[in-house]
């Protein structure tokens, strides 16, 4: 996924962009940077943090770098910001999307003066250099962030910094979030609303979709209008968002309690657990709500060993990620051995991890183990955000069962599997049950989840469980 942070202030903001972009550190495992601007001109560090927080990475960055101008991220794959000179002058950029339409932007560009751009060890074109080179194309920055939202396939949000200020851009359909911090003599900007509360900024305004704002230390400007049309992810509430998080009003911990409890009023009277645990970290606030509505006990019957672990997202290869998630988890025995548990997580993508778990807590002496993942089933790899590193739809576990039971399906069939009152549905979650060796199985309901929210559907992205744009 990645995260980023932008300050702009009459001040040194180097420590506030430092903790700004630190506390994005749950988005993203492969790169972090920061660049900033100040009397000596542009500055920037980049570096790899997948075997070592942030901070220590960026400890020494700190003591050198000076500027009242800087923005920074956290990102999954291409390193950034970058630093740009072209006919707009110089900026600093960094990104938040994903470009489905790579190749055909790629050759628009090649078509159009440019020659070349950088390949990175994986291959693949920076997305970032591609999106500055596309803005590029036009005859100012503000008309090129406009170009770049009307022409990607996918989403793009990003932050851009000249010597002047900031530019803060969030994407077409407001898919991601973006926020705006105040205090005194600064501005912020942020991914994640909670990152700037301890650096003493207060909220000032979230952004609309496809809204540009201009940052400077005296004011925000408004400089590309926003669009009415919102499609932002329902699953930043489920898993991705920090506790501490909103996203258009709606807290993550909050909304995960009335998750919770939205599966226990479905499961009334249905099963009799001896206690309710989530899968740290995301499944907890949804235990929790599960827990105050049930009246059944919660407990942690595992702990998430976290001293030399601490990041969800660390290592990228996705056999190392199962082995160390699954030594993350240690049972406590006496908490597990002759209990019938209800275990929450967040979802369940391929199976894997959740499998494992429950194998271990079944090997701990557990009788029973009833699960319900705290969003619909997925049947959809995302279009429009980097939220899995799956490369197939088929790397989910309920399409993997649909084709065992029906070949290549018509999307007419695809939405009898998202249909909850569906004869087929309850046979996917049937197998799914039988798979991954559940006592019990019920995923939370779309209608559900739209309700624990709490903002109009109409807003909300649900393409992974439905296949609906």
């Known amino acids: 996924m990645g995260g980023f942070f932008g300050v702009a202030s009459k001040k040194s903001c180097i420590l506030e962009l430092f903790y700004g972009v630190d506390y994005h550190s749950h988005l993203g495992t492969r790169r972090g940077g920061m660049a900033v601007c100040g009397e ?3 500055q920037r560090a980049i570096h790899n943090i997948e075997n070592s927080p942030f901070r220590t990475k960026f400890e020494r ?3 050198e770098m000076e500027g009242n101008l800087g923005i920074g991220c956290i990102s999954d794959y291409e390193p950034q910001p970058l630093l740009i000179q072209s006919h707009l002058g110089s900026f600093a950029i960094t990104t938040v999307g994903k470009i489905n339409n790579m190749e055909q932007l ?5 078509q159009n003066g440019n020659t070349h751009f950088q390949e990175m060890s994986s291959g693949q074109i920076n997305a970032t250099e591609l999106v500055a080179s596309l803005i590029c194309k036009k005859d100012s920055i503000v008309e090129g962030i406009r170009f770049v939202q009307e022409i990607v396939d996918g989403s793009m949000t990003l932050l851009l910094m000249t010597k002047e200020g900031l530019y803060a851009a969030r994407d077409r359909y407001g898919r991601t979030p973006l926020v705006i911090g105040q205090k005194e003599d600064a501005y912020c900007v942020s991914f994640e609303s909670f990152a700037y509360i301890n650096l003493g900024f207060t909220d000032y305004r979230e952004l609309g979709p496809a809204e540009i704002v201009f940052i400077t230390p005296d004011g925000v400007r408004t400089v590309g209008e926003p669009q009415e049309k919102m499609r932002i992810c329902s699953f930043l509430w489920v898993y991705y968002g920090y506790p501490t998080s909103s996203y ?6 909050e909304m995960r309690y009335k998750c919770g409890s939205m599966l226990a009023k479905r499961d009334k009277g249905s099963i009799a657990p001896d206690m309710v645990a989530g899968v740290p970290d995301s499944g907890i606030a949804h235990a929790i709500g599960y827990s105050n509505e049930s009246g059944i006990p919660y407990a942690r019957p595992f702990i998430k060993y976290t001293p030399t672990w601490p990041r969800s997202f660390m290592p990228t290869q996705q056999s190392q990620r199962d082995l160390i998630a699954r030594m993350k988890l240690i049972p ?23 499998r494992e778990t429950t194998e271990f807590l079944y090997q701990s002496g557990a009788k029973e183990v009833h699960v319900r993942p705290a969003c619909p089933p997925l049947l ?20 993997r069962i649909i084709r065992e039971r029906e070949g290549d399906v018509s999307q007419e069939v695809l939405d009898e599997y998202a249909d909850p009152h569906s004869k087929r549905y309850e046979e996917m979650v049937d197998a799914v049950c039988k798979q991954q060796n559940f006592t019990t199985l019920r995923y939370h309901r779309l209608d559900d989840l739209e309700e624990s929210i709490g903002i109009s559907p109409c807003k909300l992205c649900t393409y992974c469980f439905n296949g609906k744009e």
């Open 61 to 63: 960055d700190v003591e």
């Open 40 to 42: 000596q001109g542009f």
């Open 248 to 253: 258009e009003g709606v807290n993550v911990e």
């Open 106 to 110: 790629l050759e628009y560009v090649y």
């Open 332 to 354: 406590v025995r006496a908490l597990i051995q002759n209990k019938k548990l209800l275990l929450i997580d967040d979802s369940i993508v391929r199976g894997t991890q959740l």
């Open 380 to 399: 959809y790899g995302c279009k429009y955000l980097n939220f899995s590193r799956s490369k197939s739809e088929m790397d989910l576990i309920t399409r």
